[in-house]
Structure formats: C-alpha cells, structure tokens
C-alpha cells in the first residue's frame, strides 16, 4: 500500500502540472492562501478562544470594540467585536465556513447536473439534445440572482416558517446551483462532441460496448479538465452569490451568519463610524474569492491542451 | 562554388528534463540550380536545420554553434538583417497551402503586400508582376484569379500560390518543408513538376525537405540523410539510394516498400545480427483457427451513402453523394485493398461495414448474413466479435486515461464476461506478446509509446475478439517508414498464422501492392475497378489507375538515370 502511495508521488512529481504549478508564483500563493482559509474555517472551534453563537459568552459591554490596534482596541479582539460583542475573527471564520460549504454544495450540484446533460445530449445529439440546449439558453437570459430569487420565494411558500431557518442553507444550495449549471452543460457538450468523434470512441462502438459504459467510462474522463476549470472559477462565483444573497436578506439567518450576512449586519453600523464590522467581513470575501480565481486562471492556463 | 554553406550547425532545445540536441554539427552545402532532399524520419532535425536558415528557431531553441554563410552573408551574424534576406533571398514553402495564406485577403492583396515589402514598385507594377507570377506557377486566368481568396483556390492550386508568394521577391534560395505531404498523389507530382522547372529556369538552390524517399529519388540531386539530429550522409542521390553506406541509411532504402514488384517481408536491417524470425504468435493456441473454406466472406452489394448537410430544409442540393453504388467481394483468406485519393469515400466504406454508418441504399453481407438489416443489439454483438478495425491516428485510437492492459481487457471481458481473472492476465500478456510488446507494457499508459507501438496496442485490441475480418484503415499512414514496414510485416505474419480476411484501406499504391491480393480503385466514390494485383500494376483496366500509377512517385525511378 505504501509503495503504491510513493508510486502515485512519484508520478504526480513527474507531471507536467506539478512542474507547472511550481513555477507558478501566483498559484503557490493562491493555494497557501486558500489552504489557510480553509484550515482555519474548518477547525475554528480547535483555534479560537470564542464561540460566536453561545449567548453566554457574549457581553454587551465589550460590543463595538474596534480592531486591536486603534486607541480604543483591545488586544483580546484582534479585529474588534461587532454590535453583540461577538469577537470579528471567529465570527468571520465561522462565517466563511458556512460560505464554503454552501459554495462547494452549490457548484458540485451544478457540475453533476450540468455535466450529466451535457455529455448525454452531446453523445446522443438529436432532439434531446436540441431540447437540453435550448433550455440552458433560456436559464442564461434569466440572471442568477432574479433565478436565485424565485427559488428562495416558491421555498418560502412552501416550507413552513419554523422550518424556513433550518432549511436556508438548503434553499440557497439548490438556487445558486440551479442558476449555475448551463455553463458546465455547454463545456461539457463541446467538449464531449470532439471526443466523440475520436478513434476511441469508435473502437469501443466496433467492439460492443454499450453507450453508457463509453460516456462514462471513455469519454467522461476525458471531458473532466475543462469542467474542473470551469468549477474552479465557478466556486468563486457561487461563493459571491451566497454572500450577495444573503446580503439581500434571501440567505442564511443571522443567528448562523456567513460572509454575506456579516456584511448586511455591519453595514448598519457603517455611518455611525463602526467600520470595521463590515470592511473585515468584505476584505476577507475579496480575498477568498481572488485567490481562488486566480488559481482557477492557472489551471485554464496550465490544463488548456491549445495553449500548450 | 556552393551557394549556400551550413558550417557545424548545432541547435539545442533546452527542455525541462533534458537539453534536446536538434541539430548536431551539421554541414551541408548547395550549390545554384541544384535541388538538396533533406530526409529523414520524424525528430531526426531536418525542419530544424531549414529554420535555422532563416532564423525561425522557437524558443527555448536555441542555435549554440556553427554559421549559415547565403552567398558572402553571415546570416546569424546579424539577427536584425535577417527580415531583409527572408523572402528577399531565401523564398519559404510550408506543407499546410490551408493555414499558410491568409484567409480575409485575396492571393492579390498578399502578392502585391510581399511584393511591395520588399520591392521598392509602385501599385500597378505590383499587380504586373504578381499576375506573371501567378501565370508562371501554371494558374490559368491569372487575371481573374487574383482577385480570388483563397478559400477558392483547390489544395493544389493553393499550393501553386504559396510558391508564388515565395517566388515574389526573386529569392536566390527556396526551402520547402514538406510540400506536397498534405496533397494527392495525382497533384503532388504536378507540384514537384513546377519546383523542378522553377529550379532549371531561376538558378535557383533549392532545399526539400521531406521524409518521402520516393520524392527524393524523382526529384532530388543530392541528398542528405539525417537521424536525431545528426547528418547520417550526404551525397547525391543515386549514390545514396542504390548504395548506401551507412546503416541507417540502408535501413531506410530497405524500409520503402518497391512499387515494381511484391516482396515477401520486408527486411529490417537494425535486426541485422538476429535471425529474420518470423513474429511469434502466442495466441494461437488460444484462436479457434477456422478453416478457410472457399467462399466470400464479405459481399458488398450496390452500397451507397449520401451525407445530408443542410439542417432546415431536406434539399437534396446540400448532400453529398460519399459512397455511390459500389460493389465487391472479399474471399475468406484473403487480404483486399481499398485504394482512393482523400474524399473518395474509402473510409466511409469501412465504416458502414463496422456498423459506425448505416448505409443509405445497398446492403452488406458478412458469411451469408446481410448485417445492415440487423436491428436488434444482441444479434449485432455475435458480428461485432467478428468484425474488427484498426484505425489512422494511433493517437486518437487509444484512450488516455485508461492502463494499456484494461484497454485490451475491454473487449475480452465483454464478450467473456465469466472469464477469469488469471486467465484474463495471461490472454492480455500473450496478445502484447504477439504483437511484440514487452509484458511490462500493460501497466503504463498510451502516452509512454510512441506512434508505432500505438499502432501495436491497437492490433492487440482488435485481436482480443478473435475477429475474422480485420478492416485497416490507413494504419500506417502517420508512422515512419521504417515503423511502417515493421508493421506492415507483423500485419502479414498475423494473417498467415491466423488466417485472417483483411480489408486494406490507404491511399499509398506501394504499400497496398505489398498487402494485397485484390485491390479496389475508388474515385469520388465511385468504383473505378477490382481486379487483381499484379495484374492491376501491370495492365491497368481503368485510366484513373492508370494516371495514379504512373504519377505515384517511385524510387526505382533512380536506376533508370
């Protein structure tokens, strides 16, 4: 077992990739940044002193305390407190932890969703294909956010209102992956019409395998660079819309905030001089999401076969 | 006195694993009036010792030693001067005429913008001398066609117009790359044709580079042979071919399959000192042999195929007749050659008889059964075992992300589901064997290989079915020559042993006479005429075949100088 984990190392060190990826400095520190964004959000209960969403912790005396570097900051809350006393940093981390999730959820539903009826219509071709495509035109004409929108208020009418908070994050997974996977449908048919006409294809045909087992034995794993490119810049675009919706108020609750909510609840504040509640929150949500553009930029570089 | 002189030229490639030595210390001298073939098989540096001419090298390329002297000119002495000798001096001709003129301006346009670049001519001495240019390359209404683009210009043609291009400036050197690798044979000849005369009557020195040693003989006054980057031998060219002294070379020479005569295998001189064994075939006592019994195993009767092109309308305007109305048979045993210039609906042929296409009229039988009427799928898998094909691009052939040894379990296990796995081993070990692979080679992925033991892993692949009729579409035609004789012998040792029915696609006339017992002419899908081999070579019937024969370039032509 051990030798076949060195083997795989071996391999991916001898890759063009890994080369690549080491000669990249905007990729190296766009991952550390990110490794460090998720390590943090992810074990935050392990490395903060607070919690943010146990009342008794909290006191209203120590609300509205700036960064720990102004006159008035104090050194125990780096980033200063926010109108409930709630320390900035944890609350952030905690934040982008639910901003994550919520994220990754969203874009792995619209890549499955999308990847599946891409390669199906693009196998097929047809009229199932002309049906697949034309509705992935129509979801393009409606914006996400308005589509995002119409999930969260059919939601509402349906799901009751004790159940509606529990429920948000659900909500807002399946409206941010529903406005997401035509694009992944349209890379996916492209890319499954070229490698479909490949030799390969017709050497399985030739020898009888089935259709199901070519796309998705044969031409799947040959499709899956540009939808990974795809999915990577798209994760920073369904963690902006979780953060815009929730902005609007269509998102999680407050009692569980994420970057988005974060931002709406220290915008309040922002006239009466308490900057900080909202500018960490938003510096932090530009910082996550340009690194992990930036990565996604890397890959479309490194993975696209016509540039290399 | 030589004209252009090439001192210990040294190209280098700095890579990231290892620095790629292009050209190794390189001379070569030609002299005016006087045709240099540059051959050699793929990487062996010939296209890099024509860029570093004209300074074209691509980074990370580098030229680390050696001059270039054009006439008294040091041509890297000076990189800036080198745009004044491109196109002024030396004229370029690359293999592609489609990607090699601009396709949103007119041939006139380009002409006269060459022309003018380096010329100092004002607009209607341009347009005369473009348009004697372009009547001087053989285009007929010069007048008319410079005002054409070249989208409607045929690949010959356009060929025509690139060698204008390069002709603009009165360059005293031509190198062509590759010219006609990308044309017909029927236009191919008429091209050299043109740069042999163009040579006679400019004076001009001319290098050819190509990897097709019939060219080389027709055309060629001296020739240099080169091999990862080292010059093998240069001499002229009769010498080199009928005497070659180098070993590579003699491979070479021996590796051209002869278009006079029919050889039993062909003699792979690398193997020198080994006996010229015959491939073991391990899987022979796995292959439920059948006894050939004297009837035709493949009845192709009045096929035709129409491609319709149009989306909105059912026209018949916008389709395009591919295959149309041909018929043959195949003896069980036997290998039969389909033979066609590109667009003669050869390989759509080969594709209805796979199944890929459904024909649109006719029908084709396999052993007494019409399997284009087939419709259910369980029916078609007992022809599907029997039925199999090997492919053009050995790169597309294979699937990358799968081991070589799932790729040829594919079809054991399909049409042997209950098969076991020790057995399964042991059939995919004994399959590589006999297509002469290393066991070792079953847990690495098709990019390790290079294009010819591709072609290997795809044989091996058709072979698991224990097909009767095996369909090679073009399968040599992107290998080198010595690759392809390698192939073409274990394709021949296969079909004895096996007893195998072949059906032999390829556009190269030498090749399907060494293959073949019958051979088909096809012309724009059209059926020209079968008959038998020899006698096909010796007396053609049809005069397209007899126009394709005598075109074909021959490198016997040279003992006749």
């Known amino acids: 077992m051990d030798n076949k984990f060195q083997n795989t190392w071996e391999r991916i060190k001898e890759s063009d990739v890994y080369f690549s990826f080491i000669k990249s400095p905007t990729a190296i520190i766009s991952s550390v940044i990110l490794f460090i964004i998720f390590f943090c959000s992810f074990f935050i209960e392990f490395l903060s002193p607070y919690d943010p969403f146990d009342p008794s912790t909290l006191s209203l005396m120590e609300a509205f305390t700036p960064p720990s570097w102004t006159e008035e900051g104090v050194a125990k809350f780096i980033l200063g407190t926010d109108g409930q006393g709630r320390d900035m940093l944890s609350t952030i981390l905690y934040g982008s932890r639910i901003s994550l999730i919520v994220g990754f959820s969203a874009i792995i539903f619209s890549l499955v969703l999308g990847v599946f009826l891409g390669l199906t219509s693009g196998y097929f071709g047809g009229k199932y294909e002309m049906i697949v495509m034309r509705l992935t035109d129509v979801q393009l004409t409606v914006p996400s956010i308005l589509m995002a929108l119409l999930v969260d208020g059919i939601a509402r009418g349906i799901i009751s209102r004790e159940l509606h908070d529990e429920m948000a994050i659900y909500v807002l997974i399946f409206a941010i992956g529903i406005s997401e996977w035509p694009q992944f449908a349209r890379v996916s048919r492209a890319a499954t019409l070229v490698e479909k006409n490949k030799d390969y294809v017709s050497a399985s045909t030739i020898i009888g395998v089935s259709n199901i087992l070519i796309m998705f034995k044969h031409i799947l794993p040959n499709i899956m660079r540009p939808v990974l490119v795809i999915g990577t810049i798209g994760l920073a675009l369904a963690i902006i819309a979780e953060s815009t919706l929730s902005f609007l108020g269509v998102g999680v609750p407050p009692t569980t905030p994420s970057l988005g909510t974060l931002i709406r609840l220290g915008n309040d504040f922002l006239f009466s001089g308490e900057w900080w509640i909202t500018f960490f929150p938003a510096i932090f949500l530009v910082i996550l999401a340009f690194s992990i553009n930036l990565l996604g930029d890397w890959m479309r570089d490194t993975l696209n076969p016509k540039i290399n | 006195m030589s004209f252009l002189k090439i001192s210990n030229l040294s190209v280098d490639y700095k890579m990231r694993r290892e620095t790629v030595h292009a050209a190794k210390n390189v001379n070569i001298e030609v002299s005016k009036g006087e045709i240099l073939g540059l051959v050699g098989e793929s990487g062996s540096g010939k296209s890099t010792v024509g860029n570093a001419i004209i300074n074209l090298i691509d980074e990370p390329g580098k030229v680390s030693n050696g001059t270039i002297f054009l006439g008294d000119i040091n041509v890297h002495k000076d990189p800036e001067n080198i745009v004044n000798y491109r196109g002024n001096k030396i004229g370029l001709i690359f293999q592609d005429p489609q990607t090699s003129l601009n396709p949103i301006f007119t041939i006139g346009e380009q002409l006269i913008e060459t022309i003018q670049t380096h010329l100092n001519l004002r607009l209607e001495e341009a347009k005369n001398k473009a348009i004697d240019l372009l009547k001087e390359v053989g285009i007929k209404d010069a007048e008319v066609r410079f005002n054409n683009y070249p989208h409607q210009f045929s690949g010959g043609m356009r060929q025509r117009v690139v060698i204008s291009l390069a002709l603009c400036c009165?360059?005293?050197?031509?190198?062509?790359?590759?010219?006609?690798?990308?044309?017909?044979?029927?236009?191919?000849?008429?091209?050299?044709?043109?740069?042999?005369?163009?040579?006679?009557?400019?004076?001009?020195?001319?290098?050819?580079?190509?990897?097709?040693?019939?060219?080389?003989?027709?055309?060629?006054?001296?020739?240099?042979?080169?091999?990862?980057?080292?010059?093998?031998?240069?001499?002229?060219?009769?010498?080199?071919?009928?005497?070659?002294?180098?070993?590579?070379?003699?491979?070479?020479?021996?590796?051209?399959?002869?278009?006079?005569?029919?050889?039993?295998?062909?003699?792979?001189?690398?193997?020198?000192?080994?006996?010229?064994?015959?491939?073991?075939?391990?899987?022979?006592?796995?292959?439920?042999?059948?006894?050939?019994?004297?009837?035709?195993?493949?009845?192709?009767?009045?096929?035709?195929?129409?491609?319709?092109?149009?989306?909105?309308?059912?026209?018949?305007?916008?389709?395009?007749?591919?295959?149309?109305?041909?018929?043959?048979?195949?003896?069980?045993?036997?290998?039969?050659?389909?033979?066609?210039?590109?667009?003669?609906?050869?390989?759509?042929?080969?594709?209805?008889?796979?199944?890929?296409?459904?024909?649109?009229?006719?029908?084709?039988?396999?052993?007494?059964?019409?399997?284009?009427?087939?419709?259910?799928?369980?029916?078609?898998?007992?022809?599907?075992?029997?039925?199999?094909?090997?492919?053009?691009?050995?790169?597309?052939?294979?699937?990358?992300?799968?081991?070589?040894?799932d790729i040829v379990a594919e079809p054991i296990k399909l049409h042997n589901p209950s098969i076991s796995l020790k057995d399964l081993n042991s059939y995919i070990n004994d399959l590589l064997e006999s297509v002469e692979l290393t066991q070792q080679s079953a847990d690495r992925y098709p990019h390790e290989f290079s294009g010819g033991q591709r072609q290997r892993i795809s044989i091996a692949r058709a072979l698991a079915t224990q097909p009767r009729l095996l369909i090679c579409d073009e399968p040599t035609s992107a290998l080198d020559v010595s690759i392809q004789a390698q192939i073409l012998n274990l394709l021949k040792d296969l079909q004895e042993q096996l007893n195998l029915t072949i059906l032999f696609i390829s556009h190269d006339l030498p090749v399907v006479r060494q293959m073949c017992d019958r051979i088909a002419v096809l012309k724009n899908g059209k059926l020209c005429e079968v008959s038998k081999t020899e006698e096909l070579f010796k007396n053609p019937s049809h005069e397209y075949t007899e126009e394709l024969l005598r075109l074909m370039p021959k490198i016997e032509s040279i003992y006749k100088l």
């Open chain 2, 170 to 405: 009165e360059p005293e050197l031509l190198i062509a790359d590759e010219p006609t690798t990308a044309l017909d044979v029927s236009i191919q000849s008429q091209i050299l044709d043109l740069i042999k005369r163009l040579t006679k009557e400019r004076n001009l020195a001319v290098i050819l580079i190509t990897h097709d040693m019939g060219v080389i003989s027709e055309t060629t006054d001296r020739v240099a042979v080169m091999k990862n980057g080292d010059l093998v031998e240069i001499g002229p060219t009769k010498e080199i071919l009928t005497n070659p002294k180098e070993i590579y070379t003699k491979s070479l020479v021996s590796s051209v399959p002869p278009t006079n005569k029919k050889i039993d295998r062909f003699i792979i001189i690398e193997k020198e000192n080994k006996k010229q064994s015959e491939t073991n075939i391990k899987i022979l006592n796995r292959w439920t042999k059948k006894e050939i019994i004297n009837q035709d195993l493949v009845q192709v009767k009045h096929l035709s195929k129409t491609f319709n092109d149009s989306f909105f309308t059912e026209s018949s305007k916008n389709s395009v007749m591919a295959v149309d109305d041909v018929s043959f048979k195949i003896k069980e045993g036997q290998s039969f050659g389909l033979v066609g210039e590109s667009g003669s609906g050869k390989s759509t042929i080969a594709k209805m008889i796979v199944n890929l296409f459904r024909p649109s009229k006719g029908d084709i039988f396999f052993d007494n059964v019409c399997i284009t009427k087939i419709k259910s799928n369980k029916e078609m898998m007992k022809f599907r075992k029997q039925i199999q094909m090997i492919f053009q691009d050995p790169y597309s052939s294979l699937n990358g992300r799968l081991k070589v040894k």
